[in-house]
């Protein structure tokens, strides 16, 4: 844990939480600024800031933990749906430096909106050279 971190401070108790989930490495509580109410946030205890520095089993375990808990919650909130999030990076939106899934219950009738008029096309031909540099470059690693 970090001394200035406010996940590492909420899992401190320094800062107050609406904890609904616990354990050895994993802790989750109620989003005080929701998209909709029962906006969840999961943390692992062990500080790591985002998704490349995370350990791969702590990647590997969290999941299981973001399905039981994105199940309570549209069972409880009777959510037709819920986005799964994780910001990465100060430029992808990540306001707190310490890996954090967002699950949000989503409704039919609600009012929030990924915005695709804004998404990007690419020229024929572009989208299949992009996806042969980018395999290349998952394999070297």
């Known amino acids: 844990?970090?001394?200035d971190c406010i996940f590492c401070r909420i899992l401190r108790k320094e800062i107050?939480?609406?904890?609904?989930?616990?354990?050895?490495?994993f802790?989750?509580?109620?989003?005080?600024?929701?998209?909709?109410?029962?906006?969840?946030?999961?943390?692992?205890?062990?500080?790591t800031e985002t998704m490349i520095t995370a350990k791969s089993t702590t990647l590997r375990e969290i999941m299981p933990v973001a399905k039981k808990?994105?199940?309570a919650i549209m069972k409880h909130q009777k959510a037709d749906g819920f986005n799964l999030c994780i910001n990465n990076c100060k430029a992808a939106g990540q306001l707190v430096p310490h890996l954090h899934i967002h699950i949000i219950p989503r409704f039919?009738?609600?009012s929030v909106t990924i915005d695709k008029q804004k998404t990007k096309k690419y020229v024929p031909?572009?989208?299949e050279k992009l996806a042969v540099k980018i395999k290349e470059t998952v394999d070297s690693m």
């Open 1 to 3: 844990m970090t001394t």
């Open 16 to 25: 107050p939480s609406a904890k609904i989930f616990e354990n050895d490495k």
């Open 108 to 110: 039919e009738a609600d």
């Open 125 to 127: 031909g572009e989208m």
């Open 27 to 47: 802790y989750s509580f109620l989003d005080v600024s929701p998209v909709n109410f029962g906006h969840a946030i999961i943390i692992p205890k062990e500080h």
């Open 69 to 71: 808990i994105a199940c």
